[in-house]
């Protein structure tokens, strides 16, 4: 266990809505990443928070957002959902900004019918 | 684009073999680290190497960083069922501090 929650482990949906995922760094963790994972694409960064401020950008679509609260606590909102954004989301959280470390969470599946 | 290709892409042995990963990049990282995913979990942390030459071994697990800091290898003795799975490398660029994952090897070992 990585001590990273993520939630739902399952989500499925249609084209054209919007769902949010959830994630729960580990206890004193400050930085929370997120991850898409498909089979052709491999394991793409999304976007890194560090203690609520985005600190890293990477190849984030404009339909997707995300936000760290102040518990530290993240949330990855997708939106306009298309079928090509099937895949597993994954959060994964690091102590500092730096992110010598990741642990992963176990991901949520996406997938848009 | 910094990538980082792996190779081979598939691997299916039997239980006892050896076998060699390699994760070849043409840019330099700080460090690279390389972590096993098994299905239905997140990449688990395996070794982190920052220096180049730098060698270390995690039981069966031998690794490698290139001399230059563009490329490393995961070396299996005596493979084991338990060791199946997908083997991810990550550089990380120290000016950005952010990870550039591998395209991944799966890994079958069979009993």
């Known amino acids: 266990d990585s001590g990273v929650t993520q939630t739902p482990k399952h989500l499925i949906t249609a084209t054209g809505q919007r769902v949010t995922l959830r994630c729960s760094p580990r206890?004193?963790?400050?930085?929370v990443y997120w991850y898409q994972q498909s089979l052709d694409q491999g394991l793409q960064f999304l976007i890194q928070?560090?203690?609520?401020?985005?600190?890293a950008k990477g190849n984030i679509l404009e339909r997707f957002s995300a936000q760290q609260f102040p518990d530290l606590h993240s949330e990855l909102n997708l939106s306009s959902l298309e079928l090509g954004d099937s895949a597993l989301y994954f959060c994964a959280s690091s102590a500092g900004p730096w992110g010598e470390k990741l642990f992963f969470g176990s991901g949520t599946q996406l997938s848009v019918l | 684009t910094q990538l980082l290709e792996q190779s081979p892409q598939f691997l299916s042995i039997q239980e006892g073999e050896n076998l060699t990963v390699y994760c070849n990049s043409s840019s330099v990282f700080s460090s690279l680290q390389w972590y096993r995913q098994e299905p239905g979990e997140g990449p688990v942390l395996l070794v982190t190497?920052?220096?180049?030459?730098e060698v270390k071994k995690l039981k069966r697990l031998t690794f490698q960083f290139g001399d230059a800091r563009k490329d490393s290898s995961l070396h299996i003795t005596a493979a084991q069922p338990g060791d199946t799975g997908l083997y991810l490398c990550?550089?990380?660029?120290?000016?950005?501090?952010?990870?550039?994952f591998g395209t991944g090897t799966r890994l079958k070992v069979l009993a």
């Open positions: 990550a550089g990380v660029n120290t000016g950005t501090y952010k990870y550039i």
């Open positions: 928070y560090y203690n609520g401020e985005e600190r």
């Open positions: 206890s004193g963790d400050l930085s």
């Open positions: 190497v920052v220096t180049g030459g």
